[in-house]
């Protein structure tokens, strides 16, 4: 069985360019998360689909930051403008409902020059 | 609101050595906790897990002791191979199992010299 699926692994951009990144969840898997992982930090969570509703964006800057879960199956999160600070390794993770197990994917890495 | 906190690495170690990665949290109620492994170049990956006080949690020789009374979730194994090294996650979430979401420690990283 396919994991989470992320693209691109690795992006880099000058600051004011935007960006987007773009998960595939595991088939079935109903919640989708969008984390934030800084350098030698842990991953703080930005936002959380129920199929295709967002029901925690709380921490999601909405300013520059958007993301969508269009059909309730991929997702996309974007950037725009980006800015220096935004460097960091961007998670994407899919659960069951009923189990709660999170699989992340292996991340994309922001690097904003 | 909810926080964990673990022990500062890197932890180096050596082949065959006794594992202990502190984990304490503070949170409302009764969370659900988890150990969460990442290998180099890889995303993180479910190791263990324990919903209520008291249960043990285990995995590939890893354990960790739901401790309420102390709130901590503390990682063990009693002999590491090089193959463990790794950089290691302890979370918690809501009482359920966590498809509300995690809050993550800062991460320990672990480093196992033959």
């Known amino acids: 069985e396919a994991g989470v699926v992320q693209s691109p692994r690795y992006k880099i951009i000058e600051k004011k360019q935007p960006v987007a990144f773009w998960c595939n969840p595991i088939?079935?898997?109903?919640?989708l998360y969008w984390y934030l992982q800084n350098l030698g930090q842990g991953p703080e969570l930005l936002i959380r689909y129920e199929n295709e509703e967002a029901v925690d964006d709380s921490q999601l800057p909405k300013d520059r930051f958007s993301a969508e879960r269009l059909k309730g199956v991929d997702s996309t999160l974007k950037i725009q403008p980006a800015e220096l600070g935004d460097s960091a390794v961007y998670l994407c993770?899919?659960?069951?409902?009923?189990?709660?197990?999170?699989?992340f994917g292996e991340g994309s890495r922001l690097t904003v020059l | 609101g909810n926080s964990v906190t673990q022990m500062e690495g890197p932890v180096t170690l050596s082949e065959e050595a006794f594992l202990t990665i502190n984990c304490t949290y503070t949170a409302t109620g009764y969370p659900s906790l988890f150990w969460y492994v990442q290998y180099p170049g890889e995303g993180l990956q479910l190791l263990l897990k324990?919903?209520?006080?008291?249960d043990k949690g285990s995995n590939k020789g890893f354990e960790a002791t739901y401790r309420k009374e102390t709130t901590s979730f503390h990682l063990e194994k009693g002999s590491v191979q090089v193959s463990d090294s790794a950089v290691y996650f302890c979370?918690?979430?809501?009482?359920?199992?966590?498809?509300?979401?995690?809050?993550f420690g800062k991460g320990t990283h672990l480093i196992i010299q033959p």
């Open positions: 088939s079935g898997h109903n919640t």
């Open positions: 979370a918690l979430s809501e009482p359920g199992g966590g498809a509300d979401g995690l809050t």
């Open positions: 993770a899919s659960s069951f409902r009923v189990t709660g197990e999170l699989f």
């Open positions: 324990a919903t209520k006080a008291d």
